[in-house]
């Protein structure tokens, strides 16, 4: 069996490569920036969900062995009706090269048949494919993306429009380590995983504990959805990505996350990372 990861750059996908990689699984990086940017030692191509010119690359790919894409991890390009290409390349894999597993990364507010990743999940249900749909919440990670990273470090703040939402942030690697299942299981799990941390925090509480972590005042600073609009644009991010993101954090302030279970560890084996580990384990980058 092999497998082929597309969003092979992103912070799930590089650590469900790790965990390939560690039980000699072969596997491929499919993103746009291909090999220049995939970790050394870990064979990657140029992929593009708006270029069909580059969906044949993975299956042109020598696997040792002669061996054959059996499984494909699917992660959503940040573009307008994402689902219309994703869509159409599940067709392509099938039908074309007999690729028998998917493995969708959601949202936790995804729902079948609702624009967005919903639609790719109808249409695993409608063509009968094996399937599992990813429904992280919000991943720790982003507190080490270079934008709330220097903003954490150099201001001691953490900007939202999350207000007193609570959310069970969910590491990466719980994340991979749910999906490292969903490919690999002889049995596909034709089910979606809710992939949720062990505790429901505020940004108020995130704030606090990184305070304590840090030994300094971090303060998070909840802003309208206006002002929160305005403040990624201004930090770079696209008219898409901020609405996007906006609208998400406008949710959670209602309570769209305020969600627990134990999938994690019904599925792995063992449970979440807490964030007050996380915390410690990247304390040296805010610092």
Avoid at 116 to 124: N, P, R, S
Avoid at 145 to 158: W, Y
Avoid at 246 to 261: D, K, M, P, R
Wanted: charged share 20%; hydrophobic share 40%; proline share 5%.
């Amino acid at each position: 069996m092999a497998f082929v990861l597309i969003g092979g750059t992103g912070k799930t996908a590089l650590r469900l490569a790790q965990f390939l990689q560690n039980d000699n699984h072969q596997f491929l990086l499919a993103s746009r920036r291909g090999q220049s940017a995939a970790p050394q030692g870990m064979p990657a191509i140029k992929f593009d969900w708006m270029d069909k010119s580059t969906w044949k690359e993975p299956f042109l790919f020598p696997f040792v062995g002669g061996e054959k894409i059996s499984a494909i991890y699917l992660m959503e390009p940040l573009v307008a009706e994402p689902w219309k290409p994703m869509n159409k390349f599940i067709n392509y894999a099938r039908q074309e090269h007999n690729v028998e597993r998917f493995v969708l990364v959601a949202g936790t507010s995804s729902q079948v048949g609702k624009p967005g990743m919903g639609m790719v999940w109808q249409h695993f249900l409608q063509t009968g494919v094996d399937y599992c749909v990813l429904r992280p919440s919000w991943f720790m990670e982003n507190l080490v993306q270079e934008g709330p990273l220097s903003v954490i470090k150099n201001d001691g703040k953490i900007y939202t429009a999350c207000g007193q939402g609570k959310i069970p942030f969910i590491s990466a690697t719980d994340i991979a380590a749910v999906a490292y299942r969903a490919l690999t299981d002889p049995k596909s799990h034709n089910c979606d995983h809710r992939v949720l941390g062990p505790e429901l925090l505020t940004y108020d509480d995130i704030a606090q504990k990184l305070s304590t972590s840090l030994g300094r005042r971090i303060e998070h600073v909840n802003l309208s959805s206006e002002d929160r609009y305005q403040n990624l644009v201004d930090a770079g991010a696209s008219d898409y990505y901020a609405r996007f993101l906006v609208n998400l954090e406008i949710a959670a302030s209602g309570g769209s996350e305020t969600h627990i279970n134990d999938d994690v560890l019904r599925v792995t084996g063992r449970a979440p990372k807490s964030f007050d580990l996380f915390a410690q384990e990247y304390r040296a980058v805010w610092l």
